[in-house]
C-alpha cells in the first residue's frame, strides 16, 4: 500500500510559477515510476509528466514541455513539479499517482495503482 500527499498548489499569476510536492508513505517508493495528472472543471483527468523508478526517464504532455519539469528525490520519498510560465489553461486540480516499475512510463490514468488527494493550482490572467 502507497499513500500520496500532495502540497504546494495555489493562486498564482499568469507567468508565474509553482512547485508541486507528492510525499510517498512506504519502503517500496523506488519501485514505483510516480505521475503527476491535472482535472480542470468538465474535463477528463489528463497527464502532465511522469518519471521513472530511479528518475533516469521522464515524459512530459505537449501542454506543458518546455515549462513544467518533474523530479524525485527517492530518499526522501518525494515527487516534484515544478511549473513555469503558467498559464490560465493550466488551472486544475494536480494529483500525484504511483505506477509498479514495469519497465514503461505510463501516461494513462488506468496504468497507475495509488493517487493522491490533489492540489488545486488557479493561474489568473
Known amino acids: 500500500q502507497v499513500q500520496l500527499v500532495e502540497s504546494g498548489g495555489g493562486l498564482v499569476q499568469a507567468g508565474g510559477s509553482l512547485r508541486l510536492s507528492c510525499v510517498a508513505s512506504g519502503r517500496t517508493f523506488s519501485r514505483y515510476a510516480m505521475g503527476w495528472f491535472r482535472q480542470a472543471p468538465g474535463k477528463e483527468r489528463e497527464i502532465g509528466a511522469a518519471i521513472s523508478a530511479s528518475g533516469g526517464r521522464t515524459y512530459y504532455a505537449d501542454s506543458v514541455k518546455g515549462r513544467f519539469t518533474i523530479s524525485r528525490d527517492n530518499t526522501k520519498n518525494t515527487v516534484y513539479l515544478h511549473m513555469n510560465s503558467l498559464k490560465p489553461e493550466d488551472t486544475a486540480v494536480y494529483y500525484c499517482?504511483?505506477?509498479?516499475?514495469?519497465?514503461?512510463?505510463?501516461?494513462?490514468?488506468?496504468?497507475?495503482?495509488?493517487w493522491g488527494q490533489g492540489t488545486q493550482v488557479t493561474v489568473s490572467s
Open positions: 499517482a504511483a505506477s509498479y516499475w514495469r519497465g514503461s512510463l505510463y501516461s494513462t490514468t488506468d496504468e497507475y495503482d495509488y
